[in-house]
Nanobody, 119 residues
């Protein structure tokens, strides 16, 4: 069973760049057929898929979101990262990382990390 753990700053100021890391254990981020996603949940709202990075390293993003997101990975550390440029208070949310494969879409999740954008 793969395990995921998010890490990053809990508080960022508007206009700064937010970086979050998801550390994966119990499986490799290069395992064939597995996709690694970032999802967020703003306060009082539903889950919102931000994007993913595939086992191959290719990325995909939610077209309805602004284009300031970037997902990358470090295969040596078995981690993948979310960067969000020019954050605003509207980016305040709990951010989750999750894994998907053909049998288990979004089958494994991290516990989530709260990010607050505020002065």
């Amino acid at each position: 069973q793969v395990q995921l753990q998010e890490s990053g700053p809990g508080l960022v100021k508007p206009s700064q760049t937010l970086s979050l890391t998801c550390t994966v254990s119990g499986g490799s981020i290069t395992t064939n057929g597995v996709y690694w996603s970032w999802i967020r949940q703003p306060p009082g709202k539903g889950l919102e898929w931000i994007g993913n990075i595939a086992y191959s390293g290719s990325t995909g993003y939610n077209p309805s979101l602004k284009s300031q997101f970037a997902i990358s990975r470090d295969t040596a550390k078995n981690q993948f990262t979310l960067q969000l440029r020019s954050v605003t208070p509207e980016d305040t949310a709990v951010y989750f990382c999750a894994s998907s494969d053909s049998r288990w879409p979004f089958g494994s999740w991290g516990q989530g990390t709260q990010v607050t954008v505020s002065l």
